[in-house]
C-alpha cells in the first residue's frame, strides 16, 4: 500500500482595508501559519492613513492598487523566509473589503497572463490600471449618481428588490458610474472592471477573475434571485458594462489552477486550485460557521448584524446579499452607528466610567424595564434615521429622564429590540435552533449578553474572530474543492473548535418582550415622523 502523501495546507487572504493578511491551515482545520502586511507601517512610500487617502472634499477616498499588490509580494516573500512550504497548498480563497473597485487597462489581461517569475509583481503589473487609486467602501462622493440609479429603475425600494439594496454611494454601480461621467476617456479605455475580491483572485490566477454572487451583491447591479446582472442597472450606470464585468460566478466556483508564476517563483504546486474570492463579510459569515437561523452581531463602534436568511424581504434599511455558502439562501447585513460609544457615554453619565456598576444596575432591574423604553442615539443613525435621547414610560408618555438604573437597561434593551425588528423586516425568522454568535467588545459582558439572549429568544455564544474573514476564507477553500458533490462548508468544517455558550434566554421573559417589541416599533415610528416633521410634533 503506498504511503499516504504529505498533508495539505488551504491559505485564505485578507485583502482588508489597512492591511494584507494570510492564515494557513491544514487538513485538522489547525492555523499553523499567519502573516500580514501593515499598509502604512510597512509600504509607507504609498502615504496612506489607515490604508486610504482622504481627498481634499472629504467625501471621495481611495487606496493605491499598486500598494495591494507590493503587500501581496511582500506578504509571500515573509512566507517563503519563514521555511513556509508553498508546494503542500491545495487550494486559496481569499476575502476583499466589498465595494472597492479596480480598473484594468487595454492589454493587461495579456501581462498578467505572462508574468515573468523573476520580477516583483508589483513592478509587471505597474502600468497595467486605467485607474491607479481604486474607490474604496469609505468613498461617499456619489450621490449624484445614486439618485439617477433610483431613477432609472422607478424608486428606491425597487432597486433594493433587485439588487438587496437602495442606492448607496460606496456600491460600485454607483462609483462606476462617476468614473464613466467624470473621465468617459478612462472608462473607455478600461478592459476589465474587478472588485478588490476578483482582483485578488485574478493575481493568483494570472488571469481574470470572475465575481462571485455574494460580493456581487454589493454592487447595486446584480439581480439577487436570478443571480445575473441586471440590464436595467447596468445601462443606467455605463454603456457596455456587461462586458467589462464579466458573468458572475458561483462563490464556490473553482476558478483554476495558481498562474505559473507562483510555481516558478514560490514553490507552488502547478495542481493548487484558486477558488472564487469573496468579500470580507461574506467570508466572516463562513469564518464563523453561521447556519440557517444564526444570527452573528458584532458589538463594536458600529454593532453589525450578520444574518442567514431563507427568505429575504429587501427594505430601504439594511442590505440582502446572496449567501457565500449556500447557493439558495442569503445573509443580510445591517450596521447600526450609536454602539459601544453611546453604551461608554451612558456608563459614564450613570456609573461613574465602571463596568462592574454598569453591570450592576443592569441587573438590579427586571426584563422589560417596567415598560419603560428608550431610544439613544449620540450620532445620527442608520437605522432609523434619528439622533438625540428619547425616553417614553409605560403608558407612552414622553419623559426627560430615567433613573439610573432604568437608563441602562433602557438603551441595552432598546440596542438589541431594534436589532431584531429591523432584522425580522428582512425576511430574518428565529429558529429553534437558532444561536447568537457575539463578538466585539461589549461580548466581554455576561449581563449584556443575557440581555441578548432574552430579547432574542436564543442562546449567545462567543466567539474568536479576530482573522473571522481569513479564516473563513481558507474554509471555502477546502469547500471549494469539494463543493460539487453537494457536500455542504458545514460538513467540511465539522471539525473546527467550536464557540463558547455564554447565555441562555431566561424562563418566562418571551412573554415580557414579545408586547415591549410591539411597542418599541410603534415608537420607533413616532419618532421618526417628529423628527421629519418636528413643527406637527411640538404643535400637538
Known amino acids: 500500500m503506498a504511503a499516504p502523501g504529505p498533508e495539505a495546507y488551504y491559505l485564505g487572504f485578507d485583502f482588508s482595508t489597512q492591511q494584507l493578511k494570510v492564515i494557513a491551515i491544514d487538513e485538522q482545520l489547525r492555523v499553523i501559519h499567519e502573516n500580514h502586511v501593515n499598509f502604512d507601517k510597512e509600504l509607507p512610500e504609498f502615504g496612506t492613513h489607515g490604508g486610504v487617502h482622504i481627498h481634499k472634499d472629504r467625501l471621495t ?9 507590493k503587500a501581496l509580494d511582500m506578504v509571500l516573500e515573509k512566507m517563503k523566509s519563514s521555511g513556509f512550504n508553498f508546494s503542500r497548498v491545495k487550494a486559496l480563497s481569499g476575502a476583499g473589503q466589498q465595494h472597492g473597485s479596480v480598473y484594468w487597462n487595454d492589454g493587461a489581461s495579456l ?3 505572462n508574468l515573468p517569475p523573476d ?8 502600468s497595467c490600471f486605467s485607474v491607479n487609486d481604486s474607490p474604496v467602501w469609505m468613498d461617499s462622493s456619489t450621490s449624484a449618481q445614486c ?12 432597486l433594493a428588490e433587485i439588487t438587496g439594496s437602495r442606492a448607496y454611494e460606496r456600491f460600485t454601480g454607483n462609483q462606476i458610474a462617476k468614473i464613466y461621467s467624470q473621465s468617459p476617456e478612462v472608462y473607455a479605455q478600461t478592459e476589465r472592471i474587478s ?3 476578483s482582483f485578488a483572485a485574478s493575481l493568483f490566477l494570472g488571469a481574470y477573475a470572475r465575481i462571485d454572487y455574494s460580493d456581487g451583491s454589493g454592487m447595486n447591479l446584480l439581480h439577487i434571485r436570478e443571480k445575473v446582472w441586471s440590464p436595467v442597472c447596468l445601462d443606467a450606470c455605463a454603456p457596455g458594462l456587461e462586458k467589462k464585468l464579466g458573468h458572475p460566478v458561483p462563490c464556490s466556483k473553482i476558478l483554476g489552477s495558481v498562474s505559473p508564476y507562483y510555481v516558478k517563483r514560490y514553490g507552488f504546486n502547478p495542481s493548487c486550485k484558486v477558488i472564487a474570492f469573496t468579500g470580507d463579510n461574506p467570508a466572516s459569515l463562513a469564518g464563523m460557521r453561521l447556519a440557517e437561523g444564526d444570527v452573528a452581531i458584532s458589538l463594536g463602534t458600529s454593532d453589525t448584524l450578520f444574518l442567514w436568511i431563507r427568505e429575504p424581504k429587501p427594505a430601504l434599511d439594511g442590505h440582502i446579499l446572496c449567501n457565500p455558502v449556500e447557493m439558495n439562501a442569503y445573509m443580510a447585513l445591517l450596521c447600526f452607528k450609536n454602539g459601544s460609544l453611546m453604551r461608554e457615554k451612558i456608563r459614564d453619565e450613570v456609573a461613574s466610567g465602571s463596568w462592574e456598576e454598569f453591570s450592576k444596575l443592569l441587573t438590579s432591574t427586571p426584563a422589560g424595564n417596567n415598560g419603560n423604553i428608550g431610544f439613544y442615539y449620540d450620532v445620527m443613525e442608520i437605522i432609523p434615521e434619528v439622533v438625540g435621547i428619547h425616553r417614553f414610560d409605560s403608558q407612552n408618555d414622553s419623559v426627560p429622564s430615567f433613573a439610573k438604573e432604568v437608563e441602562v437597561r433602557a438603551l441595552i434593551e432598546g440596542q438589541f429590540m431594534v436589532k431584531r425588528l429591523h432584522a425580522e423586516k428582512l425576511g430574518y425568522k428565529i429558529l429553534p435552533t437558532t444561536k447568537i454568535l457575539a463578538t466585539g467588545g461589549a461580548s466581554y ?5 443575557q440581555i441578548l439572549s432574552d430579547v432574542f429568544s436564543a442562546p449567545v455564544y462567543t466567539i474568536d474572530t479576530a482573522n473571522s474573514a481569513c479564516l473563513g476564507s481558507a474554509y471555502r477553500a477546502i469547500h471549494g474543492l ?8 458545514a460538513d467540511v468544517v465539522k471539525s473546527a473548535p467550536g464557540p463558547r455558550l455564554v447565555a441562555k434566554q431566561a424562563a418566562g421573559v418571551a ?17 421618526l415622523d417628529e423628527a421629519k416633521n418636528p413643527t406637527a410634533a411640538s404643535s400637538e
Open 61 to 69: 477616498v481611495t487606496s493605491p492598487v499598486l500598494m495591494w499588490i
Open 111 to 113: 501581462v498578467l497572463q
Open 119 to 126: 520580477v516583483p509583481l508589483h513592478q509587471a503589473l505597474k
Open 147 to 158: 439618485c439617477a440609479l433610483e431613477a432609472a429603475v422607478g424608486d428606491a425600494q425597487k
Open 195 to 197: 472588485l478588490v475580491s
Open 445 to 449: 459582558n455576561k449581563e449584556i449578553l
Open 482 to 489: 469539494v463543493a460539487e458533490t453537494n457536500a455542504s462548508l
Open 511 to 527: 412573554q415580557v418582550y414579545q408586547p415591549l417589541l410591539k411597542r418599541y416599533m410603534a415608537l420607533e415610528q413616532q419618532v
